[in-house]
């Protein structure tokens, strides 16, 4: 972790500390090694190929201004409630985990984790949405509300934290609908005007979705990798 004053300077003394950083993992033996980079560009790009760093992952906010002009459109059987803490943690897990078998930040997640989130002061049952069909959990739209927090956020962002589809259910079109359902809440509800989530560059089909309901790209975020 690698953390400086946001001034003009703040590049070069990123460059300097990770050089020292990187010195000292070598002296301890070295291994792979990752520098996040949030709000990356061309210039954290030559500073990274200095240090010996190359591009290896690259995530993208995406933002949209709410309300969004869609209603959901569930799939025929599909009906939505709210997560229910004490009753819907292992139904959860067992879909997140399968939908993201593959995902390094949203796979794996264990009762833990999880519980950790429940715990945290923006954690909202009511923002949680789920997907069901029957008993049957599909899927899933997790939201965060992010109050101001001003010079750098005026104002209030509603966060799509997490969402998936078990992957039974994919080819639905339940994606779709979970994300705009998550819009309606964030704004109706949560009386956010502007909506956002995080998604990895390699998901194409995720951005041609995203993209399609109004997002545009507003920061990239991009790991450089030692090895």
């Known amino acids: 972790s690698v953390a400086v004053v946001p001034d003009e300077a703040a590049p ?18 070295g291994g792979p090694l990752e520098l996040w980079v949030f709000g990356a560009d061309r210039v954290w790009d030559d500073i990274a190929a200095r240090l010996g760093l190359t591009p ?5 906010q995406l933002r949209v201004p709410l309300p969004v002009a869609e209603s959901p459109r569930w799939p025929r ?9 004490g009753r ?8 997140n985990n399968r939908a993201f078998a593959r995902d390094p930040d949203q796979g794996g997640w264990t009762p833990m984790a999880l519980t950790r989130r429940e715990h945290e002061p ?3 049952p009511q923002g949680f949405l789920l997907a069901v069909e029957g008993d049957t959990l599909a899927g899933f739209c997790w939201t965060k509300r992010h109050p101001p927090a001003s010079p750098v956020e005026p104002v209030a962002l509603g966060e799509i934290y997490a969402i998936g589809v078990d992957p039974a259910y994919q080819g ?5 609908a979970l994300v705009i359902a998550g819009l309606v809440d964030l704004h109706d509800r949560q009386r956010t005007p502007v909506g956002m989530l995080f998604v990895d560059a390699a998901n194409e089909a995720a951005i041609a979705l995203y993209q399609s309901l109004g997002f545009s790209l507003t920061r990239v975020d991009r790991a450089y990798a030692w090895q």
């Open 122 to 124: 923006w954690f909202d």
């Open 12 to 29: 070069d003394v990123v460059a300097a500390l990770a050089t020292v950083a990187l010195e000292d993992h070598r002296r301890r033996g």
């Open 172 to 176: 639905r079109e339940l994606g779709q």
């Open 88 to 95: 819907d943690e292992a139904a959860w897990l067992a879909v």
């Open 77 to 85: 059987g599909v009906t939505t409630r709210t997560f229910v803490p």
């Open 56 to 60: 290896a992952r690259e995530l993208q």
